[in-house]
């Protein structure tokens, strides 16, 4: 719902109101005559499955804002106010039970008089969040040649304790049009700069921030339990991120529209999930960890190559640079997450760095793979286990570069368009080449047995190639576990990720339909279509087989009338 209202020419007042409820429900029935319940051997009471969820979700929003303009010849000024607030509620509701009537199979069947592992359950949960923010704002305008802004923010969260509930953001900006600069060559210069402070809440919920309680589904001797849901850190606050910007906006030869920013974003008060000891009753908290710089420069290019009655092309191209590093980590200037010998994270580095090992190859004498020690020296990988300072930095696993270009084309009543985008300078590990596990699945990588008796020299006998498992050991798979410069891959790529050719017919095609039918076209599409890369092992894009993007073809029709 929206309301406004005209004071006078130069003030006004709006207001936004708005709320949505989401409902959804599911139900899963497991018969007492399914071959899985037969199979079990129980009594026909006890068989038959029934489970049953149903959520709800509520949100309420509201915005109201002020604007006063006042104009003074070639000076313009505006001033607003706003405030808005949001409240969302979840409400779940979960049973599940057993002991289903043959012909009755439905949640209302289940048997509540089975106890034991069968006896039915019901789970329930309700949560309620909000936040309330004041806002102003500040722009001046000098005759569309200089403009001049501001603006506050003032937000609170029900998710953070109240003695941290409010969180103050701002940002400032100018924007320069070098009017003098008028040739046939270059024009419509401009130079923009802006800073700004703002935070973010994601990933953060109650049970993270305060004790947090709820029944469990057992319990003992008719007591429920009643647990903590997660182990919560009071310290808790919102990640901050402080932006600058400085861009020059231009137009080459008349045609050509040019966009080059650079930009710098620091991260402090970075959200990880980070291991804590067992002895705490959880494995992981949430915490403020460090400081993570981004910058970068990025490059935007519109162009009409051509343009006339019957004939266009439009062409645009775009291009980024980002490099992340690790300013400061609060607990020491490394961080380990994963239980691997070298950091998750660490002071001076990027934050994508993937280690790895220096990998010299298969050693024919015995079939073992070898790796280089950071001394020079070699360990064989099943009697030797890899070293903190054995790992290597591989690469980045975040391209540098990225990038694209698209194109339209048009010519009388047809329209053809393509695009292209490409990634630059990440690795990512193989994921697709299956390895022997074990003596038992040898034959996942070759024929079971054929590796056990092999000869390496005409005229040798009975050598015996190593097995992959070793009682007493495990170092082998410990240390081929781990990434190497064998087994990653450069993901440089160009994708041709769609075509689409349309035809849009005339007035004097659509006859007497052209008095209902207002516009008709029909169009061929075609996605995900072509990569070229040197990726050695399935799509560089997502380093897997699995959730890889397939070609797809569409035939379509839009009608309008």
């Known amino acids: ?41 129980l009594k026909d009471y006890l068989r038959g499955k029934a489970s049953k969820s149903e959520k709800g979700s509520n949100n309420i929003s509201s915005n109201i804002r002020i604007n006063y303009e006042l104009p003074l010849g070639d000076h313009n000024i505006s001033l607003s106010a706003n405030m808005d ?3 969302t509620t979840q409400n779940t509701t979960n049973i599940s039970g057993y002991g289903l009537p043959s012909k009755l199979n439905s949640a209302a ?35 569309n040649i200089l403009d001049v802004y501001f603006s506050y923010k003032a937000d609170a969260s029900s998710l953070l304790p109240k003695d941290k509930r409010w969180n103050i953001f701002w940002a400032t900006g100018i924007s320069y049009n070098l009017h003098f600069i008028e040739t046939p060559i270059l024009s419509d210069v401009s130079i923009k700069a802006s800073y700004g402070v703002t935070a973010s809440l994601a990933g953060i919920n109650p049970s993270l921030v305060e004790p947090t309680f709820a029944y469990s589904l057992n319990g003992y001797l008719g007591y429920r339990e009643f647990y903590l849901i997660d182990m919560y850190n009071e310290d808790l606050k919102p990640e901050r991120n402080t932006s600058i910007n400085i861009g020059v906006d231009m137009r080459l030869m008349n045609k050509v529209d040019l966009n080059i920013q650079y930009y710098y974003r620091r991260t402090s008060q970075m959200l990880l999930t980070v291991p804590i000891p067992p002895s705490n009753g959880f494995t992981s908290q949430l915490k403020n960890v460090g400081v993570l710089d981004n910058k970068g420069i990025e490059l935007t290019a519109n162009a009409y190559v051509f343009s006339n009655k019957n004939y266009s092309w439009h062409s645009s191209f775009n291009l980024s640079y980002n490099k992340n590093v690790i300013v400061d980590l609060y607990d020491g200037d490394e961080l380990y997450l994963s239980g691997n010998p070298y950091p ?15 990998s010299l190859g298969i050693h024919p004498a015995d079939g073992l793979p070898r790796y280089l020690r950071a001394d020079g020296t070699t360990f064989n990988s099943q009697s030797e286990k890899a070293k903190a300072d054995d790992f290597i930095i591989l690469g980045r696993n975040t391209p540098p570069i990225v990038g694209g270009w698209n194109n339209q084309l048009k010519y009388q009543q047809w329209a053809f368009s393509f695009s292209l985008y490409y990634n630059i300078g990440g690795i990512a590990v193989y994921k697709n080449q299956s390895v022997v596990s074990s003596a038992s699945d040898a034959n996942k990588n070759a024929i079971k047995g054929q590796l056990e008796n092999t000869w390496f020299n005409i005229g040798d006998n009975n050598k015996l190639y190593h097995k992959l498992y070793y009682s007493f050991g495990g170092n082998l798979y410990l ?36 008095n209902t039918i207002k516009s008709l076209n029909v169009y061929l599409q075609l996605k995900e279509i ?22 797809i073809i569409s035939l379509g029709l839009n009608i309008t009338i």
Do not use: H
């Open 109 to 143: 069947g289940i048997n509540n008089t089975i106890d034991g592992y069968r006896r039915s359950l019901a789970y329930s949960r309700y949560t309620q969040e909000a936040q309330l923010g004041f806002g102003g704002a500040f722009l001046y305008n000098y005759d």
């Open 344 to 358: 998750d994270y660490k002071e001076g580095y990027s934050s994508d760095i993937i280690y790895g090992l220096k």
């Open 85 to 87: 607030y949001l409240k």
């Open 479 to 514: 240390n081929e576990g781990y990434a190497n410069n064998l087994s990653v891959g450069k993901t440089d790529f160009i994708k041709l990720s769609n075509i689409k050719i349309k035809y849009k017919l005339s007035e004097k095609q659509l006859g007497k339909l052209k």
């Open 530 to 551: 072509a990569t070229w890369s040197n990726f050695g092992d399935s799509d560089p894009e997502s380093a897997n087989l699995v959730g890889s993007s397939q070609p």
């Open 1 to 41: 719902m929206n309301a406004f209202w005209k004071i006078n020419n130069r003030l006004n007042i709006s207001s936004v109101f708005g709320t949505d409820y989401v409902y959804g429900t599911s139900e899963s029935i497991t018969p007492p005559t399914a071959l899985s319940e037969q199979r079990l051997g």
